[in-house]
């Protein structure tokens, strides 16, 4: 099993919504994603979305882009982004995903031997944070915590965990949210939620013992990142420790 992760999307959610008004590169990026997809991913193979998937509004409206995303091989996670105003009830939506289409939220699942999970973090609070985004920032940790926990129940050999949000500051500075993490065995998390200029922000790289990958799909140029394979290597405790 191999597994992928490619996140925002942003399909057009039954309204002719094309990308490439955010610029040229984005013209047919969801036929450049499927190639690429079609291409490398066998159906025993997994792959992570991270947010952001329709710009629809309406459950009903997010469905032919979820079926497009079913009908593409492998076993798909999906996790909510912020613009994924459609992702309402989960039991609606997990009753309407196609086979081999998962949805994660306050939860966690398996898949062989590694564990999935996460949430959508938001943005990290600061200077002149608005009392409803702190509010919210620190709803998401817990929510990450709370899949974090249902993870570890499954005892799994590795534990991947799925973010919109970047959890990591600017230049790999910690968060209340990485620190959360660093709590866990969390070997790889993705995310997504950067473009343009923004991605030069990203922390892709392993820090703190963990694997960072920015996944958003034009950060990708529209194909499909590949996780590394196994545990991430880890020193041995120290007696402080």
């Not at 091989?73 to 309407?96: F, M, Q, V």
């Not at 943005?123 to 940790?141: S, W």
Request: proline share 5%; hydrophobic share 40%.
């Amino acid at each position: 099993m191999v597994i992928y992760a490619i996140g925002d999307l942003h399909l057009p959610g039954g309204d002719d919504k094309p990308m490439n008004v955010f610029g040229e590169h984005w013209e047919g990026h969801f036929e450049r994603i499927c190639a690429d997809w079609t291409a490398r991913v066998w159906e025993e193979d997994v792959v992570l979305i991270p947010g952001d998937i329709s710009w629809a509004m309406q459950m009903k409206d997010a469905l032919p882009d979820l079926q497009a995303i079913g009908r593409l091989p492998g076993k798909k996670i999906l996790l909510r982004g912020n613009h994924d105003y459609w992702w309402s009830s989960i039991t609606r939506l997990r009753d309407a995903l196609p086979d081999g289409m998962f949805a994660i939220q306050n939860d966690a699942m398996r898949l062989g031997d590694t564990a999935f999970c996460g949430t959508r973090g938001w943005t990290l609070p600061g200077n002149g944070t608005a009392a409803e985004d702190e509010k919210i920032y620190r709803r998401e940790l817990q929510r990450m915590e709370m899949s974090l926990e249902g993870a570890m129940k499954l005892r799994a050999d590795r534990l991947v965990v799925m973010c919109h949000y970047p959890p990591l500051g600017e230049g790999g500075a910690e968060t209340p949210m990485s620190e959360l993490l660093r709590r866990f065995p969390v070997d790889d998390v993705v995310y997504g939620h950067l473009h343009g200029a923004s991605l030069r922000t990203a922390v892709n790289g392993t820090v703190g013992e963990i694997r960072w990958r920015c996944v958003s799909c034009d950060g990708l140029k529209f194909q499909l990142y590949r996780l590394p394979e196994g545990k991430v290597e880890r020193g041995p405790i120290s007696e402080t420790e």
